[in-house]
């Protein structure tokens, strides 16, 4: 009776969910899916990243696969909105939960999923375990949300030809995580970018290798970028200005940080010394900006020894 009852509840919510999301049109093949610039909830349904939408003359492409699965069938409806072609490949940019947990729906339509080798530690980890967890039990996802591997793993830059797009997805990390992936489509000059770009907001540094991070920008300003889709907020036609922004700020970053750690200046007071009038009007800069300071110091004094 009970499970009768979960599996008619299940139904019904699914149903309710499956309204499409709004998308907007960013170059001749590509929508944007955006997500709302908060914290996962349960009445945002952890709507708080984006995905890219990728029609071709042949089939869809999605870049991430948002963070539930009532998302993921919201983004199918959404995509049924657009076009009559099937959805043949979700590319992942990362394996953080709000871009992953709505990856069930694409499984079960026979989508092939495509990430970087190195997603597998983060899916085999406590880290994502306990995080699924509590997501369940925070009410972010629904009872049956569950972690799902790629189908392909790839480890370099790889060219594909998907919906009768050529795509070049290329590896980008360490940078954001181990298993960053961005993916290039030439006929738009557009590049989506995952988490490694942040447009207009302070970037969340965290355990991240801020060296290699810079030299993913650099190998992604080699491509005539026009547009830049982020992981979070609004998409970007002046995708080099945003691209320098974010790759400025981990420079700034890395050159104070380091010059403290050299001449073993504390923390707090080097954090206290440095100019961040640049960076002070930016969103996120009060919860983000020390942290980003200190993990950077941390990084730059293991460096030093
Ligand atoms: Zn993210």
């Known amino acids: ?65 948002l963070g539930s699965p ?28 709000d871009h992953v947990y709505g990856l069930q729906v694409f499984k079960e339509l026979g989508v092939k999923i495509i990430a970087h080798a190195d997603g597998r530690d983060y899916l085999n980890s406590e880290t994502a375990a306990l995080r699924l967890k509590a997501s369940l039990e925070a009410g972010l996802v629904e009872p049956g949300t569950h972690l799902v591997s790629a189908d392909e793993w790839i480890d370099r830059e790889t060219r594909l030809r998907a919906g009768g797009l050529d795509l070049i997805i290329t590896p980008v990390g360490p940078a954001h995580t181990p298993e960053d992936l961005a993916v290039w489509l030439p006929s738009d000059s557009l590049v989506l970018a995952g988490d490694i770009v942040f447009r207009g907001r302070i970037p969340y540094v965290g355990q991240a290798d801020s060296l290699h991070w810079i030299a993913s920008l650099d190998r992604l300003l080699e491509w005539p970028v026009k547009i830049v889709v982020p992981g979070h ?29 050299h001449d073993m200046t504390l923390f707090e007071e080097a954090y ?8 002070e009007q930016l ?18 004094e293991s460096q030093e020894k």
């Open 1 to 65: 009776m009970l499970r009768r009852l979960t599996v008619l509840l299940l139904l019904t919510c699914s149903l309710a969910n499956a309204e499409p999301l709004p998308a907007e049109k960013l170059s001749p093949h590509v929508w944007l899916v955006q997500g709302e610039s908060a914290l996962g909830s349960r009445e945002n349904r952890n709507f708080i990243s984006n995905a890219g939408i990728l029609i071709g003359p042949e089939g869809v492409v999605l870049f991430d696969a």
């Open 233 to 261: 907020g609004p998409a970007s036609t002046n995708a080099r200005v945003d691209l320098l922004q974010t790759r400025d700020y981990l420079a700034y970053l890395r050159a104070t940080m380091g010059r403290a750690a």
């Open 70 to 97: 009532a998302l993921a069938r919201s983004l199918v409806e959404t995509v049924k909105s657009l076009t009559d072609k099937p959805i043949t490949h979700v590319i992942l940019s990362h394996y953080h939960a």
């Open 283 to 300: 969103p996120l800069f009060k919860i983000a900006n020390r942290m980003n300071a200190y993990n950077t110091y941390l990084l730059m």
């Open 272 to 279: 206290a010394a440095t100019d961040w009038s640049r960076y």
